[in-house]
C-alpha cells in the first residue's frame, strides 16, 4: 500500500494570508490527525476526522480549521497566517474506530514571511 | 489530562555504550504506550508498543505502572541509533507526543 501522502511539501506565505494543506490517508484507514511540529513545542495535535467528522480537537485558535471527504482525503486550512505558525505540518492515518499505531506522512514544511 | 515527560532534550553517547531514553506519564486510564522515532529526513514512525512486548532494533521497553515510566533501553548503540525519540501515550483520538529525545550515537 501507498503510505500517507501530503502535499504541497513546501510552502512560503505571507503574514495575513491563508494556507490549505492537503493529507492523502493510506487506502482504507477512515481516521486522519493533524500536527504540529516545531522546535519549541514540539509535537502538538491539532485534531482528527473519523467518517467525515471532527472526533477529537487539540488547543488551537479557530484560525485552524480542517475537513475530510468521503474518500477519507483531509485537508486542513489556517487563516490569517502569523510568523508563529511556521512549522512543520504532519498529517496521520489510522486504519480502526478506535486508537491504534498511526501512520505519518513526511509533512509539510509552511513558512511564514 | 494525559501528560508525558521526556527529560532529556539530547542524550549523547559513544557506540556500543547502553542508551536509557527516559519518559514519564501521567494516564488516567490503562495505558497504552508507544515509542515513535525520526531519522533525519524520514517520517516519523512507530519503533514499538508496550502491549506487544517486542524488541525493535535493539530497544526495548518497559511499562512500570509503580514509576508511571516508559523507558525506552538499548544495551549497545549503534550510530544509526541517532535520531529524535518521542514517547506517545493515546489521548482522544490523538497521540500525545512528549518534547521528544535527541539521541546522539558518536563513533
Known amino acids: 500500500k501507498a503510505g500517507v501522502t501530503q502535499t504541497p511539501r513546501y510552502l512560503i506565505k505571507t503574514r495575513g494570508q491563508q494556507v490549505t494543506l492537503s493529507c492523502s490517508p493510506i487506502?482504507?484507514?477512515?481516521?486522519v490527525s493533524w500536527y504540529q511540529q516545531t522546535p519549541g513545542q514540539g509535537l502538538q495535535f491539532l485534531f482528527e476526522y473519523f467518517s467525515e467528522t471532527q472526533r477529537n480537537k487539540g488547543n488551537f485558535p479557530g484560525r485552524f480549521s480542517g475537513r475530510q471527504f468521503s474518500n477519507s482525503r483531509s485537508e486542513m486550512n489556517v487563516s490569517t497566517l502569523e510568523l508563529g505558525d511556521s512549522a512543520l505540518y504532519l498529517c496521520a492515518s489510522n486504519p480502526q474506530e478506535s486508537y491504534n499505531e498511526q501512520f505519518f506522512g513526511p509533512g509539510t514544511r509552511l513558512t511564514v514571511l | 489530562a494525559q501528560r508525558v515527560t521526556q527529560p532529556e532534550k539530547l542524550l549523547s553517547v559513544f557506540k556500543g555504550a547502553p542508551v536509557e531514553l527516559k519518559c514519564n506519564y501521567s494516564?488516567?486510564?490503562?495505558?497504552?504506550l508507544f515509542w515513535y522515532v525520526q531519522y533525519s529526513r524520514q517520517r516519523l514512525q512507530l519503533l514499538l508498543r508496550?502491549?506487544s512486548r517486542e524488541s525493535i532494533k535493539g530497544f526495548t521497553a518497559d511499562l512500570n505502572k509503580g514509576e508511571t515510566s516508559f523507558h525506552l533501553k538499548k544495551p549497545f548503540a549503534q550510530e544509526e541509533d541517532s535520531a529524535m525519540y518521542y514517547c506517545a501515550p493515546p489521548g482522544q483520538g490523538n497521540l500525545i507526543f512528549g518534547k521528544g529525545t535527541k539521541l546522539s550515537v558518536k563513533p
Open positions: 494516564y488516567s486510564g490503562s495505558p497504552e
Open positions: 487506502s482504507g484507514h477512515r481516521s
Open positions: 508496550h502491549i
